[in-house]
């Protein structure tokens, strides 16, 4: 049972920067995976990025490699999604998710998943 929190979300400029954080609590073990999804009003949710818990290997989209990353602190229980050089396609609700996870960009991977955080890019 574990439950996450995303944050960090809001308006930026076309360009700009945002870092959202996805705080966890309960067990993680080592084959714990988290990653981030998306979902864009009218669109699939999309994935992002994942992470493995205890070796961080990362995963991402290919689309979004270059803008994005995504890193942990394990002794925060917190995973971070770092996005730079943001578009206005970037805009939507972006989830936390984890669990043990054999397909990390597939969403029937995951089940824990956050509330979402809202991303908002203006031009």
């Known amino acids: 049972q574990v439950r996450l929190v995303e944050s960090g979300g809001g308006l930026v400029q076309a360009g700009g920067s945002l870092r959202l954080s996805c705080a966890a609590s309960g067990r993680i073990d080592n084959s714990y995976t988290m990653g981030w999804f998306r979902r864009a009003p009218g669109k699939e949710r999309e994935f992002v990025a994942a992470i493995s818990w205890s070796g961080g290997v990362t995963y991402y989209a290919d689309s979004l490699k270059g803008r994005f990353t995504i890193s942990r602190d394990n002794a925060k229980n917190t995973v971070y999604l770092q996005m730079n050089s943001l578009k206005p396609e970037d805009t939507a609700v972006y989830y936390c998710?984890?669990?043990?996870?054999?397909?990390?960009?597939?969403?029937?991977?995951?089940?824990?998943w956050g509330q979402g955080t809202q991303v908002t890019v203006s031009s």
């Open positions: 998710a984890g669990g043990h996870s054999l397909v990390p960009s597939s969403w029937r991977s995951y089940n824990s």
